[in-house]
């Protein structure tokens, strides 16, 4: 499957009449293939994004199937314009290739004040999760690399997101590491709170010093949750060591949401990474 990365938005850029110019920026993270058109904001719509997805497929020699994206706004306009042309889209934090050439084509603009940022999103305060949903109990853990896959690939779990990129192989971790991760003892809201969060499409945890500390869920494209806030000080110095080995993990770690702590049975598990733009 040809995948294919894509942003378009306004750049702090004008043409000779003083129009805002908007960029549409593509890449191939497998193989290397991008490219950029520009286009004045009056001229911003579907119909001028099919056009130029069609000439870009011709450059790149083929079609792609999927275009994955990160900005919330470019999101509904890339849908319109690739219907069709029958490519799905697919709305994703990671994109890491496309980041990285945003940044390089920043380079390229005139200095403004304050400095642009390609990457930044308004993302919105955290908000609780449900109470419906919250299960009896949870705690920290941590799993070695090596035993990461065997302890997951063959058991009947319900839902299950383990991204081939994410594997403690492909981002080449020792496997004597220590993989951080939540597990959450659901109980009888096990199953409603996995399918929640399969909706939700979480994307990482992260532990938020303050007062008080609290556990928050990245997901979807700027969603936030709080999933839990403590003030006891053992738990504050579990997520710390949480934190720090999701550090040491590349920001590696997982969610495993089961009904109970018996082990026999699990009903949620996610891979997840945790990433500075």
């Known amino acids: 499957m040809t995948i294919w990365q894509a942003d378009f938005y306004r750049r702090p850029l004008q043409d000779a009449a003083g129009n805002a110019l908007w960029e549409l920026l593509v890449c191939n993270p497998t193989t290397g293939f991008s490219a950029s058109a520009l286009c004045p904001q009056t001229d ?11 000439q870009l497929a011709e450059r790149a020699g083929g079609t792609p199937q999927r275009i994955q994206v990160f900005r919330p706004q470019s999101v509904s306009l890339l849908q319109a314009a690739c219907q069709p042309l029958g490519i799905a889209v697919e709305p994703t934090r990671r994109t890491p290739a496309l980041k990285q050439l945003l940044r390089q084509q920043a380079t390229q603009y005139p200095p403004s004040n304050p400095p642009y940022d390609p990457l930044q999103l308004d993302s919105p ?28 690939q063959n ?31 659901g109980g009888r809201q096990a ?52 934190r720090d080995r999701q550090a040491a993990a590349k920001g590696l770690h997982f969610l495993l949401i089961q009904p109970d702590d018996s082990g026999r ?12 733009d």
């Open 44 to 54: 911003a719509n579907a119909a001028w994004l099919t056009n130029q997805l069609k």
């Open 125 to 152: 305060p955290p908000v609780p999760l449900p109470e419906s949903l919250w299960g009896d109990q949870w705690r920290f853990a941590t799993i070695a690399a090596l035993d990461l896959l065997p302890a997951i």
């Open 265 to 276: 049975t699990y009903t949620g598990f996610w891979l997840l990474q945790w990433e500075r």
């Open 191 to 242: 199953m409603a709170l996995a399918r929640w969060m399969q909706r939700s499409r979480p994307v990482a945890l992260t532990y938020i010093p303050g007062d008080p500390d609290g556990l928050i869920l990245e997901a979807g494209l700027v969603e936030r949750w709080v999933l839990t806030t403590f003030t006891d000080p053992e738990v504050i110095n579990a997520a710390r060591s949480f």
């Open 155 to 185: 058991r009947p779990i319900p839902i299950r997101e383990l991204p081939e990129e994410l594997l403690p192989v492909n981002l080449q971790l020792p496997s004597t590491i220590s993989i951080p991760g939540v597990v959450i003892d």
